[in-house]
């Protein structure tokens, strides 16, 4: 385990990702979590980019106060991580690295084009699958990552 991931194992955020499911998530969801993520951060004095994607589109972004540029290409990075793996990008990276390996090595994707770094979360709903994304840069990747479980939990329970 990588002190780099957190120490997180595959295991551990598989049951984190089925802990972040969802009964039903329209637009409406997409922006309100988008809402939800940057009034934390905002509390919270996070220098990050949120981006919330629903059905291939951007519903929600917000680059807060002390955020880079770079975060753009970051959270664009972690969407295609996502995207082809239907999985969080800590659950990618830390499953390479429990094979002796990494993702780059292992799927010779360029670095370029794909971020196996955390801050990348797929919105699952029950029964139904991933409908789109849940993105965070421009922290450390583990509190990114952390920031957007964080995140989903809490708005998973407002769902009930």
């Not at 598989?14 to 951060?41: K, N, P």
């Not at 800590?90 to 990494?102: D, I, N």
């Not at 196996?116 to 409908?131: D, E, L, T």
């Given at each position: 385990?990588?002190?780099?991931?957190?120490?997180?194992?595959?295991?551990?955020?598989?049951?984190?990702?089925?802990?972040?499911?969802?009964?039903?998530?329209?637009?409406?969801?997409?922006?309100?979590?988008?809402?939800?993520?940057?009034?934390?951060?905002r509390e919270a004095g996070k220098p990050i980019v949120i981006e919330v994607r629903h059905l291939g589109r951007v519903a929600y972004r917000a680059s807060l106060p002390g955020s880079l540029p770079d975060s753009d290409d970051w959270i664009a990075r972690k969407a295609r991580v996502v995207e082809r793996f239907r999985a969080s990008t800590?659950?990618?990276?830390?499953?390479?690295?429990?094979?002796?390996?990494?993702f780059v090595a292992a799927t010779g994707l360029p670095e370029s084009e794909y971020a196996?770094?955390?801050?990348?979360?797929?919105?699952?709903?029950?029964?139904?699958?991933?409908?789109g994304g849940f993105y965070a840069s421009g922290l450390p990747q583990v509190e990114d990552h952390e920031f957007l479980v964080a995140c989903l939990t809490e708005y998973a329970s407002r769902q009930d």
């Open positions: 385990m990588s002190a780099t991931t957190g120490g997180y194992s595959s295991d551990q955020l598989a049951d984190q990702a089925a802990a972040c499911e969802f009964d039903r998530f329209a637009l409406g969801d997409a922006v309100a979590l988008g809402l939800l993520a940057t009034q934390r951060a800590m659950a990618v990276r830390v499953s390479y690295e429990e094979k002796g390996t990494s196996a770094h955390g801050g990348g979360f797929p919105i699952v709903v029950k029964g139904v699958g991933v409908v």
